[in-house]
């Protein structure tokens, strides 16, 4: 290969990479941002008509409906007892101005001065790449409860 | 530098970028594949030859041993119930052809409404490039007991 | 862009994805070095004058104080239990030579034949790059206990 041409691959291939991390960074803001409450940053991951699709709890569309939630009496009470949603080991696959990420979550709360794992879940994450960045379009949230449902998203990811 | 030595070295240190997140990715395709019950493309991780080295538990070699371990009664009855296969924050050291990976791995398990956190190990995942990609050629798994031998493999990493 | 303007474009872009995968990397290390037992390892993945600063626990500055904690006997015996010190989900900030990772770290523990949840906390690391490659300057872990401080060190991440 010239110089060039292989200067215009490495650019491509950069790109690739970049992308990736980038999406990794999206994903492990989550978390800070649903556990101290940041309302606001928290909903902002998602695009404007983004969907957190959580079978056994709601689906909430939009930054207000998601704003609200984390602002509810319901994940206030959660965070300041103290909690940690994990957001762990995300195989991502890209395809030019999309993404998917097929992942697990969890919830450890803190009750009575122990931790209790309290939800564990598949998850797939849509993104789309904005002029800002990476966002998430869908993210739908399974327990592993043994439904057919969570597993199939994670079957998913390895077709 | 002059421009073609440093396009030239910027190939390299691109190549091991890939070859670091393509390892983190085959890393993290182990859960979603083992909890989905996708048992062909669990065992395809490895190499035809490979290894898959549970000291409690099992000591499987080659596709069709791995593939059985996923079909069987233990772990379909553990998936049904709902599972979480855990691997978390891998160690990469890449030398040419071969990378060794050291990390964490967890099962968490549903049972009656709640989630025990049933398995924590240490592993060592010994990796060769094959054409198709990485694929695993060895990955030992110790019980995080209190044994001396699932703290050699950690240590291993940082000798 | 000329093709030598590209080029020195493409290193400064693969150095900033260097360094985000050595300072996972560098994060990756601990909890080998901790659980192993790798008291020399682990306290030079610090700073000669960094602070690991663990709030309900102690304060150490320096390798000799951190070396000590790990021979010490509170973590001797914890990890001839079985131990699993956990970094997870690192958001990280690079800036030149200084660089801030926001995390989760769990520490699960062995007792009885099972496994503990035994502690969940924020974490924000901050980084100086020395000759020899990325040093933890500061490590601040705070028990996300229901705490503001522990909720303030995640929500710095996202401001």
């Known amino acids: 290969m010239d110089l060039e041409s292989t200067v215009r691959a490495l650019e491509k291939r950069v790109g690739e990479l970049e992308d990736r991390l ?16 940041s309302a606001k940053a928290a909903a902002h991951l998602w695009t404007a008509d983004g969907v957190y699709d959580v079978a056994d709890v709601a689906a909430m569309t939009g930054h207000r409906e998601l704003e609200q939630m984390y602002e509810g009496k319901t994940h206030q009470a959660l965070i300041h007892k103290g909690a940690a949603h994990l957001t762990a080991s995300p195989h991502v696959v890209i395809n030019g101005d999309r993404a998917v ?27 789309v790449r904005e002029s800002a960045g990476w966002r998430i379009k869908r993210r739908t949230n399974r327990l592993l409860d043994g439904s057919e449902q969570a597993r199939a998203i994670l079957g998913r990811a390895v077709e």
Request: glycine fraction near 6%.
């Open 22 to 37: 980038a999406i990794y960074q999206l994903m492990y803001t989550y978390g800070p941002a649903a556990d101290s409450g």
């Open 101 to 127: 990420a097929t992942c697990y979550s969890f919830v450890f709360a803190h009750e009575d001065g122990n931790y209790k794992v309290w939800r564990v879940s598949s998850n797939r994450w849509d993104f």
